[in-house]
């Protein structure tokens, strides 16, 4: 068989077969039975970056990449043979823009005493891939879960064994003891603990959350001296807590789960120390409501905003980008599991709320949360302290415009 004879469309399917063939937007091959290409459409050329009549024969095989020529080979012959109706094979040879190609054959018998052929139809697979892994990444989710869960529920049981021990112990010291100061901030960080444990169990094996009616800042003065002893001497945390502060209505040990995962990220960005500030203030945000043709209007909704706030090394666009992807980290091996600005996304999002990263190469991140407060709170917190409430949301608004 002559080299040129490859690359003719050689059964004759008429005219309009032909045209379909030749302005197809997908790249279609057409083989014979020993594997040779006998016709390539201009769409699978450009795919390939060759010309559509090759200069020399071209096995179905070489399409693929080395490791992958036998099984190839192998599916083709089945197909001719009669074994299989059609086959689809990955490729690891790559198109000319870098994407992988997959590939899809079917047996078209020949008519009029012409031989039977091939067609093979090339599709990119980057949306494929990214599907699958997609997949992958849901399943080690799915993985980690359990183990998580497994892991909190036995730390939980350590937990109840020394909350029990803190309650036996200042049972039996007097108030006014020296001891007792220090037995009941052990109590406290592990009532803090639980409410995490209990968090992460909820994340693990969903169920209901305790949600109740609270002040941001009864969360963040409870855990200032926790936060203070986590991040370490060498950073300075500064607490700006406004006293006329709305309520909202969440679970505690969420709250608690922000607080914490925000200061401890702000903590590993200044290795070398710095200053982290959390603060709490009242705004409104403005929605736009109504859809269509429908004149939209402004509502502007009360909220609690907290703002955790550092002076470390700063992101930059890239990498703001992918912040709340899981498993995304900008830390070293071991230092970091990607998850905690996750779960800070997931837990503001379940309730309603809005988070908002302000952040540049060296000058140090914001985090803005705001969370969505009880109307009749917001209201009777308005009513009762009056003119200081109107002085905090006037200073809110000229700070957001």
């Excluded at 070489?62 to 074994?83: I, N, T």
């Excluded at 502007?300 to 703002?307: E, G, K, R, T």
Aim: charge should be negative; glycine fraction near 10%.
């Amino acid at each position: 068989m002559s080299a040129a004879a490859h690359f003719e469309w050689s059964p004759d399917p008429g005219t309009e077969l032909r045209i379909l063939f030749d302005n197809a937007p997908f790249g279609v091959a057409q083989c014979e039975r020993q594997g040779y290409i006998t016709a390539l459409n201009p769409a699978l050329a450009r795919i390939l970056g060759l010309h559509a009549r090759l200069a020399e024969p071209m096995r179905f095989a070489d399409l693929m990449a080395s490791q992958d020529h036998a099984e190839s080979a192998r599916v083709l012959r089945e197909l001719f043979d009669g074994k299989r109706d059609s086959f689809q094979i990955d490729s690891d040879l790559k198109a000319r823009d870098g994407r992988a190609l997959r590939w899809t054959a079917w047996r078209v018998p020949g008519k009029n005493g012409s031989p039977d052929y091939a067609l093979a139809l090339a599709a990119e697979t980057a949306e494929s891939r990214e599907a699958e892994l997609r997949l992958r990444r849901a399943e080690r989710l799915e993985a980690l879960g359990r183990v998580a869960g497994g892991v909190a529920h036995d730390f939980n049981n350590l937990l109840t064994g020394v909350l029990l021990c803190c309650d036996l112990l200042m049972a039996g010291l007097e108030p006014g003891h020296p001891s007792r100061k220090y037995a009941e901030e052990v109590r406290s960080a592990g009532t803090q603990a639980a409410g995490l444990v209990r968090q992460l169990l909820a994340m693990a094996r969903p169920t209901d959350f305790a949600p109740r009616v609270l002040c941001i800042n009864e969360i963040a003065e409870g855990m200032r001296d926790l936060l203070a002893r986590l991040i370490g001497e060498n950073i300075d945390l500064t607490l700006h807590l406004d006293p006329c502060l709305g309520l909202i209505k969440m679970d505690p040990a969420q709250v608690q789960q922000i607080v914490l995962n925000l200061v401890l990220n702000a903590r590993d960005a200044m290795p070398g120390g710095g200053r982290i500030s959390v603060e709490t203030s009242n705004c409104r945000v403005e929605a736009l409501t109504g859809c269509g043709v429908c004149t939209s209007r402004v509502a502007a909704i009360p909220c609690s905003l907290l703002v955790v706030a550092d002076n470390g090394m700063g992101m930059d666009a890239s990498t703001r980008a992918h912040l709340f992807e899981a498993f995304f980290t900008t830390k070293s091996a071991g230092k970091g599991t990607g998850l905690g600005l996750t779960n800070v996304h997931d837990i503001v999002t379940a309730n309603g709320g809005l988070i908002h990263v302000e952040s540049a190469p060296g000058q140090g991140t914001r985090v803005n949360v705001l969370l969505p407060q009880i109307p009749e709170a917001s209201s009777a917190s308005t009513f009762a302290n009056g003119t200081q409430q109107e002085k905090n949301e006037g200073g809110l608004s000229q700070r957001e415009r």
